[in-house]
């Protein structure tokens, strides 16, 4: 048990690092670099820490996502930059790269098969099942990381209604 | 509305474009540039209406209630995802309203956030290669592949921007980039380096990945901009096909 844990927290690390190679590629201000790094290990320390519980993988990785969301946005106040410069960034490492590589895989080898082939159809469930976790992983991901910002905008409009009213 | 006035509705028109079609072009979602446009426009003083699209932008702006206005369209400058862009953009848009900043402020500010400089080329480099070594660490790889995904990262990323650079088109850039990050990493496994070299090959085109444009689809979606978000979509899918056919050629040519 404490080795499992050990293990997700090193595996937070590099869900950091990876956060922070899409923080560069995107050119995010300075100062949210550390952040990125610790919203990218947290959000995939619950997508673990979740799965350790047996949870699925698809709602695990909403789980992480929704974490970035909400942590996100309230980064975006302290900081001072939109909450996407944070929450984009730290959910890349989250893509289910695995699945859609042998969905690939898969696809590519359905493709040079023959129907009647015995093993035909062993390809094609495994294909079936690495495209519809990457489909859904994928669109967690999104959904998690999208709703919490959504809401949030909400939350400015008032401030700039409030600042309306105020003057 | 004397000819002055005019002049001014113009300016305000031309900073109002620059500024929408430069965010639409550095990665924010659809709604945040309608806000950011109207937010900036209705501290001005002036009333706009907004038709955004991934490609260009159509704009009108009046003046109070004159029956006076003007319409323009503006093509999406072909930037990158810059989010210091972004970023900057969104905390002027406050000071805009708080300082009353005129149209030549916002525009000197403009110029100056675009002349911003990126990190340095080997930062970048390297720190995406470190994203790709750790993308290898999470689904299990060890040691050797780890190695391997980065030097693989590092080259592929290496002739993306040289591609972009020669102005090829873009989604062939990342053709060229997945078969070169493919072609190091399908070496290792050829020959058998470390125990699942597998690992390194699913990995090292992972830097490919069309983040931002299928984050902003969904969130265009989801807040009822559905062609643009349709339209982020399908450029996401495109440049998956992109990622998938390039790493395809490698594993033909390796036979893998």
Partial sequence: MVLDLLMILEKGIWFGFAALGFAVLFNVPQRTLIVIWMLGAAGGMTKLLLMQANIGIVVATLAGAAVIGVLSVSAAHNKHAPPLVFSIPSVIPMVPGAFAYRMMLGLIKLAGTAVTDPTYHQILAETTSNGLKTMFILMSLAAGVSIPMLISRKDTIKKIRNLDNSE | ?256
């Fill in chain 2, 1 to 256: 509305m004397s000819g002055n006035n005019i002049e001014k509705v113009k300016a305000a028109e031309e900073m109002l474009l620059d500024l929408g079609t430069l965010l639409m072009s550095c990665g924010a979602s659809t709604g945040r540039v309608r806000i950011t446009v109207n937010r900036i426009a209705e501290a001005l003083g002036y009333d706009v209406e907004l038709l955004i699209t991934s490609r260009s932008l159509i704009l009108t702006v009046a003046e109070g209630d004159t029956m006076s206005f003007s319409s323009s369209v503006r093509r999406t400058p072909p930037h990158g995802v810059n989010f210091k862009v972004v970023s900057g953009i969104s905390r002027m848009s406050w000071r805009v309203v708080e300082e009353k900043l005129t149209v030549e402020q916002i525009n000197k500010e403009i110029d100056r956030l675009i002349a911003l400089p990126h990190y340095p080329r080997l930062v970048v480099l390297s720190t995406v290669a470190l994203a790709g070594a750790s993308f290898c660490r999470l689904f299990g790889g060890q040691g050797l592949e780890l190695l391997v995904a980065f030097v693989a990262t590092f080259f592929g990323l290496f002739i993306r921007q040289e591609s972009l650079k020669k102005r090829f088109n873009p989604y062939l850039a990342i053709v060229f980039a997945s078969f070169a990050a493919s072609m190091v990493s399908g070496l290792s496994v050829k020959l058998g380096i470390g125990d699942s070299p597998e690992h390194a090959l699913a990995t090292s085109v992972l830097f490919l990945i069309p983040g931002v444009p299928l984050i902003n689809s969904l969130t265009d979606l989801i807040d009822g901009n559905t062609l643009n978000g349709v339209i982020r979509g399908i450029n996401g899918l495109v440049m998956a096909f992109a990622i998938a056919l390039g790493l395809m050629i490698a594993m033909q040519i390796y036979g893998i």
